[in-house]
């Protein structure tokens, strides 16, 4: 599978400490990774101030550039696909949203897309000739990304992680709330619940599994 992550997903997992790990799985399962060419910018590689001001520790913005070492840039290379994107102009679609979206539709594996913003992902459901594009693309909430982190490795770490920084994600910190070990089967339950919300408003899109 090709995995293209939007930049915001990247920052929030990196915040956690939760995106290293993560990593390790998408690797294992030997998916490429592809992210956008103004990450690097976002996340304030080069720029120690910028970075300061939005990881708590080096290990985070080291997680991200190892990302964007192992990764390839997002770019549309087809003519028609480049077209169709530059004349769409959604509310709750931003550039580096539709690059993805782009990237995703001009690929011939099958493919995922990594997106937190739920009003981007309303917003493409809205767009049939997009929709139309992206029959083989799973959209991979950020809660589906925690989700595979919970039964992939230690509950309490990544619980833990999430509890001492719930300021990252609302969505996040509200299905961690009071989260322990003996009370997890809660929190895929709360975090299943924003999926499905998601799953019924956007039937036009497929959703990971």
Not at 19 to 41: A, G, S
Not at 80 to 94: E, M, N
Not at 144 to 166: G, Q, R
Not at 168 to 196: G, H, K, M, N, P
Request: charged fraction near 20%; aromatic fraction near 6%; include cysteine.
């Amino acid at each position: 599978m090709e995995v293209f992550f939007d930049n915001d997903v990247v920052i929030k997992l990196a915040q956690y400490g939760l995106l290293e790990p993560l990593l390790e799985i998408v690797y294992q399962c030997e998916c490429k990774t592809f992210v956008l060419p103004t990450l690097r910018y976002v996340a304030g590689v080069g720029n120690p101030k910028r970075a300061a001001r939005i990881f708590t520790s080096l290990d985070k913005l080291e997680a991200v550039e190892r990302l964007i070492n192992a990764s390839e840039q997002a770019e549309i290379n087809q003519a028609t696909i480049a077209q169709l994107v530059s004349t769409i102009s959604k509310p709750g679609l931003d550039p580096g949203e539709l690059i993805l979206i782009g990237c995703a539709a001009e690929s011939s594996a099958s493919t995922g897309i990594v997106i937190g913003d739920k009003r981007a992902i309303q917003a493409l459901n809205s767009i049939t000739e997009l929709t139309d594009l992206l029959s083989r693309c799973l959209i991979i909430m950020l809660e589906h990304a925690i989700k595979k982190l919970l039964s992939s490795i230690d509950e309490s770490f990544v619980i833990e992680k999430i509890n001492t920084n719930t300021a990252v994600d609302i969505s996040i910190r509200i299905c961690f709330s009071s989260a322990r070990v003996d009370t997890i089967q809660q929190v895929f339950e709360a975090l299943d619940s924003y999926i499905r919300a998601q799953e019924m408003n956007c039937q036009n899109l497929s959703f990971f599994k």
